[in-house]
């Protein structure tokens, strides 16, 4: 079982930052993709964006620019910088992670979401 951890969303004043951070632990062999999710109130939830082991990264188009995702693959630990952030960008925000376990089955696993608002 992998267990994924996140932690520094919250209110914050639009143009302003924020930094998620998220932790994988558990039966884990190899992590071959993390990424960022997020659900606003009576919207599906929609990739923010997501990075792969080799550290390639995608991100969704209202987020370029605004938004970097890195990796810290010894810590097995994600991050997502948000700039510059927006009111339509407050929603709970979830971390994902893929990857092999230590039987070399597959796994995919979500975290329990952090909120972030922007808001005046």
């Known amino acids: 079982q992998v267990q994924l951890v996140e932690s520094g969303g919250g209110l914050v004043q639009p143009g302003g930052s924020l930094r998620l951070s998220c932790a994988a632990s558990?039966?884990?062999?190899?992590?071959?993709?993390m990424g960022w999710y997020r659900q606003a109130p009576g919207k599906q939830r929609e990739l923010v964006a997501a990075?792969?082991?080799?550290?390639?990264?995608n991100y969704a188009d209202s987020v370029k620019g605004r938004f970097t995702i890195s990796r810290d693959n010894a810590k097995n630990t994600v991050y997502l910088q948000m700039n510059s952030l927006k009111p339509e960008d407050t929603a709970v925000y979830y971390c994902?992670?893929?990857?092999?376990?230590?039987?070399?089955?597959?796994?995919?696993?979500w975290g329990q979401g952090t909120h972030v608002t922007v808001s005046s």
């Open positions: 990075i792969i082991s080799g550290g390639s990264t």
């Open positions: 994902n992670a893929k990857g092999l376990d230590y039987g070399l089955g597959s796994f995919g696993s």
């Open positions: 558990g039966n884990i062999f190899r992590i071959n993709a």
